[in-house]
């Protein structure tokens, strides 16, 4: 593994949303609740639509790994940058992870890589925390950059009825509810997800898509072929989804039907998360 790291990873990030990852929450969250969901999902449309191993692969907002550990194992040459210094840390220090190509502190709207020099680039958390449309184009942008000609990139980005859903599927008290409602209302209408006061159990500053938001900025950057899956999709409505999981029958049940709609325009924005693949032309 070669360290690339080149300081330059908060360059234009919110300072809300440095302080949300400090809280290093990121490592273990796709291991409990609705995010079991959302790694099982993940990891099924990754195996769809990513080239066949041994593809060489820019993951662009990699956290701390989790996704790059299962590239790895399955023999894929992994890339890793991340814009949080703690992440990267992590990347640095894991053994599971050390036959990372590379490491960067960076900022994707400025790869490090030379252009057409991998063979997928992956999303999967920036254009969230783009709230700029012009920045959400220069990520893209670049990660065509960087694909080599018939290359794939796979972006993930967070519907806006993920958080009006709040208004459905959480309870809390009098004084939570007086500070969430306006959020869960603002993001719902324009997109732009603002946590004001940093409260640690709200989401930072980031920026939700309609479904088709997201396919016309892939579209827009000069992606061919794009195509918009559902991660949850209706499964964010399970009261109770770790316990769904653990069920061998129940899980298989909804990982069936998930596969089913996963690309009915009439279900996408139910998920919470997205997944937008394109083609380099």
């Not at 790895?72 to 053994?95: E, K, M, N, Q, S």
């Not at 719902?188 to 309609?210: C, I, K, L, S, W």
């Not at 409505?237 to 298989?252: F, I, S, V």
Request: hydrophobic share 40%; glycine share 12%; net charge negative.
């Amino acid at each position: 593994m070669t360290d690339a790291g080149n300081g330059s990873g908060q360059g234009g990030r919110h300072a809300g949303i440095g302080t949300y990852y400090a809280q290093d929450r990121e490592h273990d969250r796709l291991t409990r609740g609705l995010g079991l969901i959302e790694f099982t999902r993940t990891l099924e449309l990754l195996s769809l639509l990513l080239p066949p191993c041994p593809a060489v692969i820019a993951d662009i907002g990699a956290g701390t790994g989790v996704y790059a550990r299962e590239l790895l194992t399955a023999g894929y040459a992994v890339h890793a940058l991340d814009a949080t210094p703690g992440h990267v840390a992590r990347l640095r220090v894991d053994p599971t992870l050390e036959r990372l190509r590379s490491v960067t502190l960076g900022d994707a709207r400025t790869l490090p890589y030379p252009d057409g020099s991998v063979d997928a680039a992956l999303l999967l958390g920036p254009l969230y925390h783009l709230t700029d449309p012009r920045d959400r184009a220069r990520a893209l942008a670049e990660a065509a950059r960087v694909l080599r000609p018939g290359g794939v990139v796979l972006a993930a980005a967070i519907t806006r009825a993920a958080d009006i859903a709040g208004d459905f599927t959480k309870e809390g008290d009098a004084l939570d509810e007086a500070y969430a409602r306006p959020i869960r209302e603002h993001t719902y209408r324009t997109g732009v997800h603002r946590n004001p006061e940093h409260r640690r159990g709200h989401f930072t500053d980031a920026y939700f898509h309609h479904p088709h938001e997201l396919a016309g900025e892939l579209s827009g950057a000069g992606f061919r072929d794009v195509s918009v899956y559902a991660v949850e999709g209706p499964a964010a409505l399970l009261r109770d989804p770790e316990a769904a999981m653990r069920d061998p029958d129940r899980r298989e049940g909804i990982l069936r039907a998930l596969r089913l709609t996963e690309r009915d325009p009439a279900l996408l924005g139910v998920s919470p998360h997205l997944l937008a693949a394109g083609v380099r032309g």
